[in-house]
Nanobody, 121 residues
Framework: QVQLVESGGGLVQPGGSLRLSCAAS????????MGWYRQAPGKERELVAT???????NYADSVKGRFTISRDNAKNTVYLQMDSLKTEDTAVYYC???????????????WGQGTQVTVSS
């Protein structure tokens, strides 16, 4: 199976920056998509950004121009650089990986444990 370890959350003032990391490990044959989702209190989980193996990137409209997703294929790691943070970015951020695993070669969906991002003055 696949294990995801997230890091980089914390408390930051409005206008500040944070960088999230998520490293995938385990019986990985190939990674299809890596991405970030977030869930604010009382709200549903929503997509923040995804990046597929070919490099195609998708951002939520609310973060375009402020957040940057990238991945290091050699390390099976995805990053989310968050700049110009706003109070409405406060949420638990979850890493998501869609990967084919060994020995089944089946494509599965995996989630990290979540990391809290709080934007407050």
């Amino acid at each position: 199976q696949v294990q995801l370890v997230e890091s980089g959350g914390g408390l930051v003032q409005p206008g500040g920056s944070l960088r999230l990391s998520c490293a995938a490990s385990g019986s990985i044959l190939s990674i299809v998509t890596m991405g970030w989702y977030r869930q604010a209190p009382g709200k549903e989980r929503e997509l923040v950004a995804t990046i597929v193996s070919g490099g195609l990137i998708n951002y939520a409209d609310s973060v375009k121009g402020r957040f940057t997703i990238s991945r290091d294929n050699a390390k099976n790691t995805v990053y989310l650089q968050m700049d110009s943070l706003k109070t409405e970015d406060t949420a638990v951020y979850y890493c998501n990986v869609i990967a084919r695993v060994l020995p089944s070669r089946v494509r599965n969906d995996y989630w990290g444990q979540g990391t809290q991002v709080t934007v407050s003055s």
